[in-house]
C-alpha cells in the first residue's frame, strides 16, 4: 500500500529533531547563554552524541542541554523521549506542552462536553486512554513517579512552546521561522538567567512527522532517519 516504511519515516522525524535542536541551541548562544545540542547515537553526525554523563555535565557547568535526534530508535514518539530524557537527568518536572490547556477527557476542540481534570493519575491516563502523552511516555513517568505538567502552546508566553517543532515553524508550521525562534530563545535565557536549570526535548513535526510519511508511502524505519538530519 502507500506510504512511507514505519521505520524509515521515523528515522527522517529524528533528523527534523535534529535540526531543530541546533537551531534552539544557536539561538540561546546568540543571547549569551552557555547551551549544547546532544543527539541519540544513530543520528548525532553534526551534534555531540548523548550519553546521560555528558548530559549531567554540562547541566552542571550551566548550559542548556537540547536534546535531538529521539531515541535513536524508530516507534518511540518525542513525549517518550522526553520522558526518558526526563529520568535519565533525574529532572525534577517534565513540562509537556500541547495544543490544549491541560489533560481533558476528550478533544476539547472537537467535544464541548469534555472534562478538564486538575489533576490526574497515570494509571487513570492509561484506563481512559487519554492522548495528552503516549502510553509508553505515560507508563515512564508513572514507574520513575515523575511529574508532568500540561500547558497549552496556545499561549505565546508559555516559554515550552519550544518543545514542539511546529512552535519554531513558520506560518503554516513549516520550515523555521527565524523571528519565533529568536524570540523564544530570549524567553529561555530569561528563565535561565533567573537560576532555572534547564533542558529541552525538541519535536521535528515542522519539517518532518516520521508517523505521517508513513500514510504517504514511506517505509516507517528510514522516514525515521531521515527526520533526524531534515
Same mark, same amino acid.
Do not use: H, W
Given at each position: @500500500?502507500?506510504? !512511507?516504511?514505519?521505520?524509515?519515516?521515523?528515522?527522517?522525524?529524528?533528523? *527534523?529533531?535534529?535540526?531543530?535542536? %541546533?537551531?534552539?541551541?544557536?539561538? /540561546?548562544?546568540?543571547?549569551?547563554?552557555?547551551?549544547?545540542?546532544? =543527539?541519540?547515537?544513530?543520528?548525532?553526525?553534526?551534534?555531540?552524541? !548523548?550519553?546521560? *554523563?555528558?548530559?549531567?555535565?554540562?547541566?552542571?557547568?550551566?548550559?542548556?542541554?537540547? !536534546?535531538? @535526534?529521539?531515541?535513536?530508535?524508530? !516507534?518511540?514518539?518525542?513525549?517518550?523521549? =522526553?520522558?526518558?530524557? *526526563?529520568?535519565?537527568?533525574?529532572?525534577?518536572? /517534565?513540562?509537556?506542552?500541547?495544543?490544549?490547556? @491541560?489533560?481533558?477527557? =476528550?478533544?476539547?476542540?472537537?467535544?464541548?462536553?469534555? #472534562?478538564?481534570?486538575?489533576?490526574?493519575?497515570?494509571?487513570?491516563? &492509561?484506563?481512559?486512554?487519554?492522548? #495528552?502523552?503516549?502510553?509508553?511516555?505515560?507508563?515512564?513517568?508513572?514507574?520513575?513517579? /515523575?511529574?508532568?505538567?500540561?500547558?497549552? &502552546? =496556545?499561549?505565546?508566553?508559555?516559554? #515550552? $512552546?519550544?518543545?514542539?517543532?511546529?512552535?519554531?515553524?513558520?506560518?503554516?508550521?513549516?520550515?523555521?521561522?527565524?523571528?519565533?525562534?529568536?524570540?523564544?530563545?530570549?524567553?529561555?535565557?530569561? #528563565?535561565?538567567?533567573?537560576?532555572?536549570?534547564? *533542558? %529541552?526535548?525538541?519535536?521535528?513535526?515542522?519539517?518532518? $512527522?516520521?508517523?505521517?510519511?508513513?500514510?504517504?508511502?514511506?517505509?516507517?524505519?528510514?522516514?525515521?532517519?531521515?527526520?533526524? /538530519?531534515?
Amino acid at each position: @500500500g502507500k506510504g !512511507f516504511d514505519r521505520v524509515k519515516g521515523d528515522q527522517m522525524g529524528m533528523l *527534523a529533531t535534529v535540526m531543530n535542536a %541546533i537551531a534552539i541551541s544557536e539561538g /540561546l548562544k546568540s543571547n549569551g547563554i552557555k547551551s549544547v545540542a546532544l =543527539a541519540a547515537s544513530g543520528v548525532s553526525n553534526f551534534c555531540e552524541t !548523548f550519553s546521560q *554523563a555528558k548530559a549531567d555535565k554540562y547541566l552542571k557547568e550551566g548550559y542548556v542541554v537540547v !536534546f535531538g @535526534g529521539g531515541t535513536g530508535s524508530p !516507534f518511540f514518539t518525542t513525549d517518550t523521549t =522526553a520522558a526518558l530524557r *526526563a529520568c535519565e537527568i533525574k529532572a525534577d518536572i /517534565l513540562l509537556k506542552a500541547t495544543q490544549v490547556d @491541560g489533560v481533558y477527557s =476528550a478533544d476539547p476542540r472537537k467535544d464541548a462536553n469534555a #472534562v478538564r481534570y486538575d489533576e490526574i493519575r497515570y494509571d487513570e491516563v &492509561l484506563a481512559q486512554r487519554l492522548q #495528552v502523552m503516549d502510553s509508553t511516555a505515560t507508563s515512564l513517568a508513572m514507574d520513575n513517579s /515523575l511529574p508532568v505538567i500540561v500547558f497549552a &502552546l =496556545a499561549q505565546p508566553e508559555n516559554i #515550552v $512552546r519550544v518543545l514542539s517543532g511546529e512552535a519554531i515553524g513558520g506560518p503554516d508550521g513549516q520550515g523555521l521561522d527565524e523571528p519565533i525562534l529568536t524570540s523564544y530563545a530570549a524567553q529561555i535565557a530569561s #528563565v535561565v538567567r533567573s537560576g532555572v536549570q534547564v *533542558a %529541552i526535548v525538541i519535536g521535528g513535526g515542522n519539517i518532518f $512527522r516520521g508517523l505521517a510519511g508513513t500514510q504517504q508511502g514511506f517505509d516507517r524505519v528510514r522516514g525515521d532517519p531521515m527526520g533526524m /538530519l531534515a
